[in-house]
């Protein structure tokens, strides 16, 4: 009731502002009647209109998950369900529903694991769900495809035993050394088993091409295989330490001496940290130039992030070997210059010819061309050096390798238009567009 003695009725919470719900004193049996036989309008709740949003601008509100109209009347006279706007609003309602629904489709469509939608035209909760099913695809086909070890009971593998000794491949043959090897491996205990040479290469083999079969044939039990620590072994049998390998290049040159190389060298990123060696008992990962351990790097100063590798290739001939192999964390041009140096020294000393020197167009590398050059005259952009080391008077060519100057001409095309990638290549003041 009200100051002025006049009456409003509230439904669900609403004031009805409707002036013929608002009665004077003598009319509050009147109106208590129309709210009695009256009825209240229940929206459009319907579970399918659950996810339908309702925007500010709509004509519609959203509370308690029922949707009604801006014009609802809440308290009708009739018995009816809904009021007559609620009731028409229900159309725009089913639209919106269809429209959601083919929506949902489309996303279900673009995120399917078969789908060719190209990635970059998905949005990120699209990115995420495909995700999602590229994960649970994966998961459901590992699980598929475990495989569970082949037991045999003793009268079966007494048999196969049986028939394999009967049946023996000719004498010195892979296969018989294959059967051997595996009737041997039956018998012993896997730590005490010693493999043959041509079955750990023949292991080796299987395992580079893929890790995972390789797995899957020893899980299996179907064959017995070396374990992968005594591949491991193998595949570090040989320790290379940082520096100049010193004995490599003594043996390889025994077959090139007089022979024309070029130097090539380029430093590639490694994970950091710091192991135990179990062959050396040292701690290795830290930044070492072998004899050079030159300036602010020196042995055991830092975690090495890079490996800088040097190799010579022949010019004539199709050889090639690893030279020298150094651990840095930011070598500087000063340290590289005297590394070139001591490289090259040693390889000429064997009588391996140095020629040319190749490296990548870092700016690294151009200062160390640079410091070989500074006390020559460089002609026509040609940067050579007279090479000290050797027995004749010869030059030392400085070259960036091809493969990293084409990828920088393409680098260079795809920037050209101010460095916006629009893959447009700009000539004086014409725009010449790649894409056509």
């Known amino acids: 009731m009200m100051k002025d003695s006049s009456w409003v009725v509230f439904v669900l919470g609403m004031q009805l502002n409707r002036q013929h719900w608002v ?77 959601l629904l083919q929506k949902e489709a489309n996303v279900e469509a673009r995120t399917d694991v078969a789908s060719k939608s190209q990635l970059f035209s998905l949005s990120k909760a699209e990115l995420e769900l495909k995700c999602k099913k590229l994960l649970a695809e994966l998961n459901s086909k590992s699980s598929s495809t475990t495989v569970s070890p082949v037991i045999l009971d003793s009268q079966v593998s007494h048999d196969i035993k049986t028939t394999a000794m009967e049946n023996l491949p000719p004498e010195g043959t892979l296969n018989r050394l294959f059967i051997e090897e595996q009737l041997k491996a039956f018998e012993t205990d896997k730590r005490g088993m010693r493999w043959h040479p041509m079955i750990i290469r023949w292991a080796m083999t299987i395992r580079h091409r893929s890790k995972s079969a390789y797995e899957i044939l020893r899980e299996t039990g179907f064959m017995r295989m070396p374990s992968e620590r005594t591949l491991n ?159 004749t008077p010869r030059f030392l060519y400085f070259v960036s390798d091809v493969p990293h100057l084409v990828k920088t001409s393409r680098n260079n095309v795809e920037n050209s238009h101010g460095h916006l990638k629009t893959r447009n290549l700009v000539v004086s003041t014409i725009i010449i567009n790649l894409k056509e």
């Open 23 to 99: 009665y004077r004193g003598d009319d509050i049996k009147n109106m208590l009647d129309k709210v009695r036989n009256g009825s209240i309008c229940t929206g459009n709740g319907d579970e399918k209109f659950k996810n339908i949003e309702v925007g500010a601008t709509s004509n519609a509100m959203k509370k308690d998950g029922i949707i009604r109209h801006t014009e609802c009347e809440y308290l009708m006279e009739s018995k009816k369900d809904r009021c007559s706007k609620c009731q028409l609003h229900r159309s725009t309602l089913r639209k919106q529903y269809n429209r």
């Open 233 to 391: 072994d193998y595949f570090h049998h040989r320790q290379y330490d940082s520096g100049i390998d010193f004995e490599g290049l003594m043996d390889f040159s025994k077959d090139h001496q007089g022979k024309d190389f070029s130097l090539m060298f380029d430093e590639m990123k490694i994970k950091d940290g710091i192991m135990y060696s179990r062959s050396t008992g040292e701690m290795t990962g830290y930044v070492d130039m072998g004899e050079l351990n030159i300036g602010e790097e020196a042995k055991g100063d830092g975690v090495a992030t890079h490996a800088l590798v040097f190799m010579i290739r022949g010019i004539q001939q199709a050889s090639h070997f690893p030279a020298a192999t150094f651990f840095t964390k930011a070598c500087t041009a000063s340290q590289l210059y005297f590394m070139i140096q001591e490289v090259i020294s040693y390889l000429e000393m064997i009588k391996l010819k140095v020629r040319v020197v190749i490296s990548d167009g870092a700016s690294t590398n151009r200062q160390v061309a640079k410091l070989f050059c500074s006390n020559q005259s460089i002609e026509e952009n040609m940067y050579r050096a007279i090479n000290n080391f050797s027995d």
